[in-house]
Each structure stands twice: as C-alpha cells, then as structure tokens.
C-alpha cells in the first residue's frame, strides 16, 4: 500500500517556492476521535480557520501529513477515509481556507514504511509535488512522532497542546492552544 494522496487547491503554483506548514491531522487541525471513520464527528480545533487563513496570506503552502493506520489495520476503507477528508475540506472551506494537499500514511507501525511518521516520506512526496522552501517551513503536531519527523526532515517544530494537561514535548520551538496562536507567534 502507497501513501494516500489529495492534491487539493495549490494556491501557487507548484514551481514557485514558498514555506509550508506541515500539519498533523488529529488533535492539532481537529479533535482527535480515533480511527475516525465518521464524517459527522470532524470538528476542528476553536482558531484553525483563522490561524490557516494567516498563514496563507503570508505565502505558506498548508499540507496535512498524517499517520492513519487505521486503514492499514483494517478499522476503516479508503472510502471512508475519504468522507473523513472531504468533511475537514468543507469545514475549512467554511473558514474560508484551502489546503494544498493532504498525505497519509496508511501503514501500521510494524510494517517499517517510509511514510510514517517521525520518518521523512510524507515530506519528500510533498516536496517531488510543490517547490517547498524547507528552511522557513514548521511542522505542528501533538506528538512526538511529529517532533521528530521536524528534526528527521530539518524543519522548524510547533507543539499542538490539545489539552491543559498535555506534556511538553523536546523538540518542539514553541507551544501553542490554537493556531490562531501558532499564526500570531511565528508571523509577528
């Protein structure tokens, strides 16, 4: 099984270097319900849409790369997948946002791929499908594995706490709530 790609709305063209936010899926863009196989329960995180739009407007590429092993172990179909995706898709339309791509991972930790994150794959497939500057591009996340793929790929690392008690995580340049505030510290 190959990596899940959606080439969304590039709002560049693909030749044209820009920085890129790279974002986890679960608990960083929306609230994380696991192997989340119903659209009716996306919900994003309260500033997503805000701190989405101020990226773009600053020429970021917004790319979701995500381990989804939830399709290689059989919890839900490519097709569900897809509703999932398209429900995130409508709910940042909504915001007035658009992603340039999403990427999953669809392996399970055990089959030792490429693309799973804190491994490089995601990243490379991205940057083979837009000119991505990589020196002035994040990574935002909740885990470690996100923190990690940030070092692994030498991109800038944002922790995504979901929730008041979440841990610190090492790696990470800051720590945000929102992206609203991820958007206000970085672009200020």
């Known amino acids: 099984m190959v990596p899940?790609?959606?080439?969304?709305?590039?709002?560049?063209?693909?030749n044209e270097c820009h920085p890129a936010l790279f974002l986890d899926r679960d608990d960083t863009l929306m609230v994380n319900c696991p192997y989340l196989c119903e659209p009716s329960k996306v919900a994003l995180f309260p500033g997503a849409?805000?701190?989405l739009r101020a990226f773009r407007n600053a020429g970021y590429r917004l790319i979701v790369v995500s381990n989804q092993s939830g399709l290689g172990r059989g919890y839900f179909t490519r097709e569900q997948?897809?509703?999932?995706?398209?429900?995130?898709?409508?709910l940042l339309a909504a915001g007035g946002v658009?992603?340039?791509?999403?990427?999953?991972?669809?392996?399970?930790?055990?089959?030792?791929c490429n693309c799973r994150k804190p491994r490089t794959g995601l990243i490379e497939v991205a940057c083979r499908d837009f000119a991505i500057d990589l020196a002035k591009s994040w990574m935002v996340g909740d885990k470690a594995?996100?923190?990690?793929?940030?070092?692994?790929?030498?991109?800038?690392?944002?922790?995504?706490l979901p929730k008041e008690d979440s841990p610190l995580l090492s790696g990470?340049?800051?720590?945000?709530?929102?992206?609203?505030?991820?958007?206000?510290?970085?672009?200020?």
Do not use: K, W
């Open 4 to 14: 899940f790609i959606s080439i969304l709305s590039p709002q560049f063209p693909e």
């Open 49 to 51: 849409t805000e701190g």
């Open 172 to 188: 990470a340049e800051c720590a945000v709530r929102s992206l609203a505030d991820l958007a206000s510290r970085i672009l200020a």
């Open 145 to 160: 594995a996100d923190m990690e793929l940030a070092a692994n790929a030498h991109l800038r690392a944002a922790q995504f």
């Open 81 to 90: 997948l897809s509703a999932v995706t398209n429900r995130l898709v409508e």
């Open 98 to 112: 658009a992603l340039d791509a999403i990427y999953y991972c669809p392996h399970t930790p055990d089959e030792n």
